[in-house]
């Protein structure tokens, strides 16, 4: 199979090359785990964290990614939840405990992390993780729904935020814009605010229904009841933790923090980033059900993605694009028919 590996870790600036199309044999599945040929996979930015070393690959060479459509071609012993050219999908999570708290068991091992992932023609899963994809998706559709969308929807309930109050969203890719939609479907009387760094993306948040957009560190019209945060960086912590009311929340959706800006922490003030009782809470991988409930309610609503779409051999590009460009929703590897 053709398959893009990471073979050494670098930051992107010395290596903006990082993968390599190369030729791998096809995967077989083991019991209980079924093949699937790949259709199209997600481009996230925990790409970028494993290939500038933030969130190490335990070998290399592996095969990134994450956000995993495509159909089952081939079942190992045992396995009786899907039928051969069923199309499924598989998310960040590629095994864990099953416990409601898998997402923070030792257990837990990441598709395109710990195993072999979805730049590639086969990926192996096993049926317990594989999902059912709602036939109102096309391929590149349903890509960024297994981590952009599963983790966004994560992300909203650990806001804790209720029906007419104010949502903040620092940061606005390929999650960003598919908790907006969420967001307003879920808590109509509310109203979502968004923070975001380039010109383009305020305009398509405003274009998708928030009620604001500004800069990071632009000052909200109104204080947030909570905010989630998507960035690479710091900076937009800090701006959110000014921005929250009283008793407020910020939600940090992201496996790492970038080190480019870390010295702004030297200003975190007491008084006006902490003070009355202000929360921070951060998201953890992602569980099985999260993927399963988020994958029903976009469907209901139903969701609309945005996407960029890129082939197997682009790779590359899509990464330095999602670092470097304006973001306009997801970046999507389309790999096959």
């Given at each position: 199979?053709?398959?893009?590996?990471?073979?050494?870790?670098?930051?992107?600036?010395?290596?903006?090359?990082?993968?390599?199309?190369?030729?791998?044999?096809?995967?077989?599945?083991?019991?209980?785990?079924?093949?699937?040929?790949?259709?199209?996979?997600?481009?996230?930015?925990?790409?970028?964290?494993?290939?500038?070393?933030?969130?190490?690959?335990?070998?290399?060479?592996?095969?990134?990614?994450?956000?995993?459509?495509?159909?089952?071609?081939?079942?190992?012993?045992?396995?009786?939840?899907?039928?051969?050219?069923?199309?499924?999908?598989?998310?960040?999570?590629?095994?864990?405990?099953?416990?409601?708290?898998?997402?923070?068991?030792?257990?837990?091992?990441?598709?395109?992390?710990?195993?072999?992932?979805?730049?590639?023609?086969?990926?192996?899963?096993?049926?317990?993780?594989?999902?059912?994809?709602?036939?109102?998706?096309?391929?590149?559709?349903?890509?960024?729904?297994?981590?952009?969308?599963?983790?966004?929807?994560?992300?909203?309930?650990?806001?804790?935020?209720?029906?007419?109050?104010?949502?903040?969203?620092?940061?606005?890719?390929?999650?960003?814009?598919?908790?907006?939609?969420?967001?307003?479907?879920?808590?109509?009387?509310?109203?979502v605010l968004v923070f975001a760094r380039s010109a383009r993306e305020r305009e398509f948040?405003?274009?998708?229904?928030?009620?604001?957009?500004?800069?990071?560190?632009?000052?909200?019209?109104?204080?947030?009841?909570?905010?989630?945060?998507?960035?690479?960086?710091?900076?937009?912590?800090?701006?959110?933790?000014?921005?929250?009311?009283?008793?407020?929340?910020?939600?940090?959706?992201?496996?790492?923090?970038?080190?480019?800006?870390?010295?702004?922490?030297?200003?975190?003030?007491?008084?006006?980033?902490?003070?009355?009782?202000?929360?921070?809470?951060?998201?953890?991988?992602?569980?099985?059900?999260?993927?399963?409930?988020f994958l029903g309610v976009a469907a209901e609503i139903p969701l609309r993605p945005a996407?960029?779409?890129?082939?197997l051999e682009q790779a590359n590009e899509a990464i330095r694009d999602l670092q470097c460009?304006?973001?306009?929703?997801?970046?999507?590897?389309?790999?096959?028919?």
């Open positions: 199979m053709r398959a893009m590996v990471l073979e050494a870790l670098a930051p992107l600036a010395d290596n903006p090359e990082p993968l390599r199309l190369v030729e791998l044999p096809d995967p077989e599945p083991a019991a209980g785990e079924i093949l699937i040929r790949v259709l199209a996979c997600g481009v996230c930015h925990t790409e970028i964290d494993e290939i500038e070393g933030r969130v190490r690959p335990p070998r290399l060479p592996i095969v990134p990614g994450h956000e995993v459509i495509g159909r089952v071609v081939k079942k190992g012993a045992g396995c009786s939840e899907f039928a051969i050219g069923d199309r499924v999908g598989v998310g960040w999570i590629h095994h864990s405990s099953g416990a409601p708290d898998e997402n923070l068991s030792p257990e837990f091992r990441a598709t395109g992390r710990d195993v072999n992932g979805g730049y590639a023609e086969y990926l192996t899963v096993s049926e317990r993780y594989a999902y059912a994809i709602p036939a109102i998706f096309s391929d590149v559709e349903a890509a960024p729904l297994l981590c952009a969308g599963g983790v966004g929807f994560r992300s909203l309930q650990l806001s804790g935020i209720a029906d007419g109050q104010s949502l903040g969203l620092s940061g606005f890719g390929g999650s960003g814009h598919l908790v907006l939609q969420l967001a307003r479907h879920l808590y109509p009387a509310g109203s948040a405003l274009e998708l229904g928030a009620c604001w957009a500004g800069d990071t560190d632009a000052e909200p019209p109104q204080k947030l009841h909570a905010i989630i945060d998507t960035t690479p960086a710091w900076r937009p912590v800090l701006a959110a933790m000014r921005a929250l009311r009283p008793g407020g929340r910020l939600v940090i959706n992201a496996i790492r923090k970038e080190d480019r800006d870390r010295e702004l922490l030297a200003d975190l003030s007491y008084e006006k980033h902490l003070w009355l009782e202000k929360e921070l809470k951060t998201v953890a991988n992602v569980t099985a059900a999260d993927i399963r409930r996407v960029q779409v890129y082939g460009a304006d973001v306009r929703g997801a970046k999507v590897l389309k790999i096959s028919e």
